[in-house]
């Protein structure tokens, strides 16, 4: 087992001061799969709840003071700018804030044939205003980041102009990062792809390439977004973050992971080396730029809807596995790196990073959180509290019984 040196643990500690993860309000709720969902008694129904959940899982980690939420599925009245404050008000009595406003531009029976690359006009013109509407409601709940997700795409050969439909794509986010810099200057559009899903021909933001081009018409407050879960097998995702990196473009992430493609396992639970080689990539470039570990402006958030695990377990668990991960990617030496990098030592070079990802971190996390007052081990703290199982029994007082519901636990 590799040696873990004092200089390595105060880079890792330093790192982890920075590293905060946004939680998402509809990992706590009751979600699914096309194909149906199964239903967890503990699961929360109202925002209220949501915020609650992220507030118990911040209190735990230290780590989580931002909770994203989703325009149609945390708002009544999407285009009453003022549900922002109260938002904001709420989230505060949980002990959070709000972090990054997701707009629903693919639920409404409108968007059948997309939203900003519809061939409709009038379709085009509805999702521009809830898009609008969703920058006000960021504004006044102190959020500083819009992040678009489009499910926009065609399901077959044919249907519809792929050069017409990115026209009307780059038209739509020139308008979105020109209205951002004139009424919400402090906040960051996150521009995120994903190959296929739910189109299953051809998807209108398939990958990173594209959402850069989206960025530079946008403009400069417009990012990538990385959801590490949307990706085909065999893509080299820490590439991606070193070319975005060079190119100022790097918005932030959304954690997942996949076996085949897309969403929703727990990140570090298929392969953990490629996660830590994505942290890797931003710790040389804050090396190599002089910056200090985790200073770089990037939004780390969740997204991940835990059908079958318990939520909040599943929440906990993530964060954990994050800053794990986030943590033994500082534990690597730059300087003997760039050493042996320059005397073309190619196995010298690799054996640094595999020995970091080698190194136990688990002194080193119970430090941090020892510091902070909290509790070395998070997921057994929570499992061992018996909170889930009470929040099952409250909620069911609340909202009735689910046929079938199970408390995530069999
Ligand atoms: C789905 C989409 C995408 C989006 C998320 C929240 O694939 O990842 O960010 O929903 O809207 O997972
Ligand atoms: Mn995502
Ligand atoms: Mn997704």
Request: charged share 30%.
């Amino acid at each position: 087992m590799p040696k873990l040196t004092r200089a390595a643990e105060q880079r890792a500690l330093g790192a982890l001061d920075r590293f905060t993860i946004e939680l998402p309000s509809w990992g706590f709720a009751n979600t699914g799969t096309r194909f149906g969902k199964f239903l967890q008694d503990a699961a929360a129904f109202t925002l209220d709840e949501k915020l609650h959940d992220a507030g118990l899982v911040h209190r735990l980690t230290g780590a989580c003071p931002k909770v994203a939420v989703h325009v149609l599925w945390d708002f009544e009245d999407p285009s009453d700018a003022s549900s922002g404050k109260r938002t904001a008000k709420l989230a505060a009595k949980h002990g959070v804030r709000i972090g990054s406003i997701n707009p629903n531009l693919f639920q409404d029976q409108q968007y059948s044939r997309g939203s900003f690359c519809s061939p409709f006009p009038d379709v085009r013109a509805a999702a521009m205003q809830h898009a609008l509407d969703s920058v006000a409601i960021g504004k006044s709940s102190g959020s500083k980041a819009l992040t678009m997700w489009l499910a926009d795409g065609t399901n077959y050969p044919g249907q519809d102009s792929i050069r017409r439909r990115y026209r009307d794509l780059a038209r739509a986010y020139e308008k979105l990062g020109e209205t951002m810099r004139k009424d919400w200057r402090s906040a960051q559009l996150l521009v995120e792809y994903k190959p296929f899903e739910p189109a299953f021909y051809h998807t209108d933001v398939p990958d990173w390439g594209t959402a850069l081009l989206l960025c530079q018409r946008a403009g400069k407050n417009a990012k990538v977004l990385v959801d590490t879960g949307h990706h085909l097998p065999g893509c080299n995702i820490e590439q991606i973050v070193a070319i975005l990196l060079e190119e100022g473009r790097l918005g932030g992430f959304h954690f997942n992971d996949r076996k085949y493609a897309d969403d929703d396992l727990t990140i570090g639970s298929i392969d953990p080396y490629a996660v830590f080689r994505i942290f890797n990539e931003i710790a040389q470039f804050e090396f190599d730029t002089k910056k200090a570990p985790g200073s770089a402006r990037i939004e780390y958030m969740v997204d991940q809807s835990h059908n079958l695990k318990p939520k909040l377990e599943a929440m906990v668990q993530t964060v954990c596995e994050a800053q794990k991960l986030f943590a033994k990617s500082h534990l690597v030496d730059r300087e003997k790196l760039a050493r042996a990098r320059k005397k073309g030592d190619i196995v010298g070079a690799e054996v640094l990073l595999k020995d970091a990802f080698e190194t136990d971190v688990t002194k080193t996390l119970a430090t941090w959180r020892k510091a902070r007052g909290l509790t070395a081990d998070p997921l057994q703290e929570l499992r061992k509290s018996g909170e889930i199982r009470r929040l099952a029994r409250e909620r069911k007082k609340l909202h009735g019984d689910l046929p079938g519901a199970s408390g995530g636990y069999a």
